[in-house]
């Protein structure tokens, strides 16, 4: 029986903050002084920037949960680069109509005559499990992605254009906790009605024109079927 291979451009070796923190096991398997500890996102960065470098051409970047953290993501929209992340049920979201009447409010608000001008405030942040739950019953649609070995896989989702943010509204804008991205794609996913299964969420910041269909078809070709 051959055994099934996936084909790779390049790699890096992760190695647990434990390793690093114990220069005498690290010699032992002769692993370099110089490599110091860097997280699975750390390295996925350094691995695409040298793609590029490379100059080797893909569409998307597509990762599970493990990845999908705000830093992660923002490194990718600031390379400029397509992706569709798995991210937590707390991941933070702006939604568009609220992020519109943050700025119509800035618009509105009177200077103050003394002391330092109102610092711009963002527009509330939500888990992307609230938004989700808050969707009705007829925006969740049923999606086939691929034929398993057990019959067709599919899940109900739903998609809700939003921005990615971080920090509440009692961080200015210019706060260090706050940010906000790009608009995007939060995609939710259910098991459908008497099936077995966890929600999952992604974040994804394909343009508003991508179809439900391939949102789902993007977000599971990393995750195991």
Not at 133 to 156: D, N
């Amino acid at each position: 029986m051959r055994r099934k291979t996936i084909p790779s451009i390049s790699a890096r070796l992760y190695l647990p903050e434990v390793w690093t923190e114990d220069p005498a096991r690290c010699r032992r398997v002769r692993v370099p002084e110089s490599v110091t500890f860097a997280s699975k996102p750390e390295l996925t960065l350094h691995l695409l920037d040298r793609a590029q470098s490379w100059g080797v051409t893909f569409a998307t970047v597509v990762t599970d949960a493990g990845y999908g953290i705000p830093s992660f993501v923002r490194a990718l929209d600031e390379r400029g680069v397509p992706y569709v992340c798995g991210v937590a049920s707390d991941f933070g979201v702006r939604l568009l109509d609220e992020m519109h009447q943050a700025e119509v409010n800035r618009a509105r608000s009177a200077p103050r005559k003394r002391g330092q001008p109102r610092k711009p405030r963002p527009a509330p942040r939500h888990d992307a499990q609230a938004i989700t739950a808050a969707q009705p019953e007829e925006a969740w649609q049923t999606v086939e992605w691929r034929e398993g070995s057990r019959g067709p896989l599919r899940k109900h989702f739903v998609a809700i254009r939003v921005h990615a943010g971080t920090g509440c509204a009692r961080h200015s804008e210019t706060h260090g906790r706050s940010w906000t991205g790009p608009e995007g794609w939060l995609l939710g996913e259910r098991p459908l009605p008497g099936e077995e299964g966890e929600p999952k969420w992604f974040f994804s910041s394909l343009s508003a024109e991508t179809t439900l269909s391939r949102l789902v078809e993007l977000a599971h070709m990393r995750l195991p079927d």
